[in-house]
């Protein structure tokens, strides 16, 4: 049957009958775990020891609260502005993230939309050390969805690719709201000692 065939055609049928035949000698004999990569989950969720986060406010609270069992943002007449860092150390690779949010859980919004933005903190800072008139430099992100009670998202793959290149300029967020008319609300921080599960999170989605 083959003999009747043009010889351009033979060589890539045989071709084909080689590359099958290895192919299914790769399946049957090589380790699984090199054969297919796994999707896992990295989830950063530190305490009120490890946490880094405070916030302060423009009226009230202009010394800082670092060890508050709440981040303000927005604000009624006046604002609040809140910080937030992870250890990053141990994480996943910035080769292997596939998508990266920064997760915080909302106990209480304001009847307003507080218009939240994400900065990116460029500057070295310590959370006892943040006031009204001491605040690390930032640039920034995103504009973010409205606040929902409970857990809210927030993609930040960006910027943990580019902390993760370059650790130098790795400093964390800051919430900031563009609007304080009756939009004060607030997140959990890693000081809730009450609920420790709603702690700000970072989830890393990575290949392994």
């Known amino acids: 049957m083959l003999t009747n065939l043009s010889r351009s055609t033979r060589r890539t049928f045989f071709t084909l009958v080689v590359s099958i035949t290895l192919i299914t000698f790769l399946f049957a ?16 969720q530190p305490d009120s020891i490890a946490g880094k986060d405070t916030f302060y406010g423009t009226s009230y609270y202009q010394n800082g609260k670092p060890d508050y069992e709440e981040l303000w943002f927005g604000g009624w007449g006046d604002t609040y502005y809140s910080f937030i860092d992870f250890d990053l150390s141990g994480s996943p690779d910035q080769y292997k993230a596939i998508e990266v949010r920064l997760e915080c859980y909302s ?14 903190i460029t500057g070295s800072w310590s959370e ?13 992100f995103s504009n973010l969805p409205p606040v929902n009670l409970g857990w809210n998202s927030y993609d930040v793959t960006r910027l943990y690719l580019l902390w993760k290149k370059d650790p130098s300029k790795h400093f964390g967020f800051k919430f900031v709201a563009q609007n304080n008319n009756n939009t004060r609300g607030s997140f959990q921080s890693s000081d809730n000692m009450i609920n420790p599960d709603r702690r700000p999170r970072l989830v890393i989605t990575y290949w392994e």
């Open 107 to 120: 106990p209480y919004i304001g009847p307003n939309d507080p218009d939240l933005q994400l900065w990116r």
């Open 128 to 140: 006892n050390a943040v006031t009204i008139y001491n605040q690390p430099p930032a640039k920034f």
């Open 29 to 44: 004999f090589a380790p699984t775990s090199n054969l297919a990569m796994q999707v896992k989950r990295y989830v950063i």
